[in-house]
């Protein structure tokens, strides 16, 4: 058996790899490309919490095949199990050789299983693994459970029991930290997605680890480290993911000190044929440059075409070094978003801060439909004004006021920015003129900033 050769090599063929490969057969369209991936019927990974109750089967949340397929994209579902970089290989599971020019790693994340919980192996307990098979019988298990307890009150965690919520049962996350999603969000935003989800029956049980699932053969149920006993007929642990680096490892690319895939500002590892992108590549903040878990398809995506600009010469400069990194969630029919550093955060880090918030209609006046309150905080470094985080909640604006604001914080604009900024107002659509949400927040900024 001869060995194929490809001029582009993709290891992983999810949010990562799958736009990887479309940017490259874009960009190059005589270049040969190939995509490796685990399993066929790749799920669409940020859709697995709407398999609870909104999305009916699992086979209507995939990432289509076709549009890899009519660009001359080969798919190829096998385990890469070695990179050999002086003969420029990748090996697979079932025996065969291909050759590359360049290489794509986009491997992912795996879900973590802490060593500190007892019982993780028992039937009925799940983790949240991107794979057709495995997610099919998730679903079915936890639509058929009554009782089910979620480990980890994360974005994962509160979307999953959110949507499992709409099947009436009972609902438990425990949280270690004080509140859910609080590594993502400032209290007050953590506090309302928390309400919303009371509202729908869920129980939070905060400030508590869990500290064995028990059982026989089954799960029957999680004890706490205070001593409290949880009956539950499914266990979703959601207590975060590892990157997946073991390929890249074996073949000793630098591994960075969050234990993901060192790579540059244009993702090339410390191999200059081979690029690393998704939750595989080490991810750094803005702000500090140190390493940051930003494990988010939107960044993956952006990587992916960082990497396929610059796979033969560097062609793009970027304007930030690291990550704003923006994020959204849905929690009782709310929207919660984040760009840049919460308040939380910024002020850990060291910085001073001026805070602003607003809260306005979403519609003006207020009784048109889709009318809610929009929550928007922005906060400025003290010193030059400049903003470096933003959150909001409210309604469907919220999505993009968060990328709005994202695109603010990349081009470092200040305090004056926003007060003076440029926008549209339409009565059905946004926020009244004279009160419109980023504007009304920067307002009150300014008055404590004393100009
Ligand atoms: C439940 C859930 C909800 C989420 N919601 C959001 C959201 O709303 N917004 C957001 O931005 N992000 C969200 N995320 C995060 C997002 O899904 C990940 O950041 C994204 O999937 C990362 O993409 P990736 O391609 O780097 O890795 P992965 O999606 O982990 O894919 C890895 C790929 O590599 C393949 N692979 C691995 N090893 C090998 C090998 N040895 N050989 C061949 N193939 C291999 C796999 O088959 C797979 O195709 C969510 C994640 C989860 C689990």
New binding site residues.
Partial sequence: VGTESYDIII???????YTAALTAKKLYPDKSVAV????DN?PI??A??YLASTIETCNRNLLPDKPLLDLGIKIITD??VKIDRESRTVITKSGATYAYDKLII????LPFVPRSIDGTDLKGVYT?I?DYNILSEFQEAVRKAQRVVIIGGG??GV?LADDLSNLRKDITIVEMLPHCLALNLDEEFAKEAEGRLREKGVRILTGRAAKRIYGNEKVEGVELNDGTRIPADVVVLCVGVKP?VE?AAKAGLKIGESGAIAVDEYMRTSDPNIFAI???AEKKSFLTGKPKPL????I?AHEARVAVLNLYNLRVTKRLKGYVGAF?TVVGGRAFGVAGLTENEARKEGFEVIVGRAKVPNRHPAVLPGATTTKVKLIFAKGDGTLIGAEASGGQEVAELVNMLAVAIQNKVTMIDLITLQYATQPMLTASPVSYYVVAATLDALSKAKL
């Fill in positions: 290891i992983g063929g999810s949010a990562a790899g490796f991936r685990l399993s790749p990974p940020c697995i919490p385990e890469v986009a491997t992912g994340a949240i991107k974005f994962i979307e997946n390929l998704g939750d595989c494990y988010l398809a939107s993956a959204l």
